[in-house]
T-cell receptor, first 108, second 115 residues
Framework: ELKVEQNPLFLSMQEGKNYTIYCNYSTTSDRLYWYRQDPGKSLESLFVLLSNGAVKQEGRLMASLDTKARLSTLHITAAVHDLSATYFCAVDRGQFYFGTGTSLTVIP | EAQVTQNPRYLITVTGKKLTVTCSQNMNHEYMSWYRQDPGLGLRQIYYSMNVEVTDKGDVPEGYKVSRKEKRNFPLILESPSPNQTSLYFC??????????????FGQGTRLTVV
């Protein structure tokens, strides 16, 4: 069974700081997705990573994929309060496997 | 507009009273799935469907049924709900896993309370 682990599970950071969320998965896959969920809301697609070395950036968020290491990272640059949410990574391996999520709180 | 529509958004019911949560997508996606989300447990897959008349169990299928008679619809059925099925439920659709881009689209969620 494929396992997807995210670290950390909870993250509290100050505005203006940088941080990285890690997503490790246990079986090879070339497709990895990042989603954002605001409290009580649905999941919104953030990034689609479809090959080794893929890097995508949107505003203060940048995601990368290393399929050899089975690792994806979501890097936050100069955090702002609006980024407070829960972030999920998901791997496509015939069906979708989600990480447990990282709850991010950005403190003014 | 491409979307996944779930109904109802909120539901309070009593133990044992059968209910159905509907899910419909307008993107002609082959793959549809149901998840439940509970605090500290992330998203857990209940059932998924690779295409019409093809369904399979996910990680937590006990107490749930699904059907896929049409490509666009994938209802979740609780024949005899119990309080441990109180949760936030999401339906999702995507192109068939294994293809180039299988980005999933999620419904708005159904918050179910079983008393």
């Amino acid at each position: 069974e494929l396992k997807v682990e995210q670290n950390p599970l909870f993250l509290s950071m100050q505005e203006g700081k940088n941080y990285t969320i890690y997503c490790n998965y246990s079986t090879t896959s070339d497709r990895l997705y990042w989603y954002r969920q605001d409290p009580g809301k649905s999941l919104e697609s953030l990034f689609v990573l479809l090959s080794n070395g893929a890097v995508k950036q949107e505003g203060r968020l940048m995601a990368s994929l290393d399929t050899k290491a089975r690792l994806s990272t979501l890097h936050i640059t100069a955090a702002v309060h609006d980024l407070s949410a829960t972030y999920f990574c998901a791997v496509d391996r015939g069906q979708f496997y989600f990480g447990t999520g990282t709850s991010l709180t950005v403190i003014p | 507009e491409a979307q996944v529509t779930q109904n109802p958004r909120y539901l309070i019911t009593v133990t044992g009273k059968k209910l159905t949560v509907t899910c419909s997508q307008n993107m002609n996606h082959e793959y549809m799935s149901w998840y439940r989300q509970d605090p500290g447990l992330g998203l857990r897959q209940i059932y998924y469907s690779m295409n019409v008349e093809v369904t399979d169990k996910g990680d937590v299928p006990e107490g749930y049924k699904v059907s896929r008679k049409e490509k666009r619809n994938f209802p979740l059925i609780l024949e005899s709900p119990s309080p441990n099925q109180t949760s936030l439920y999401f339906c999702a659709s995507s192109p068939t896993p294994g293809q180039w881009n299988t980005e999933a689209f999620f419904g708005q969620g159904t918050r179910l309370t079983v008393v």
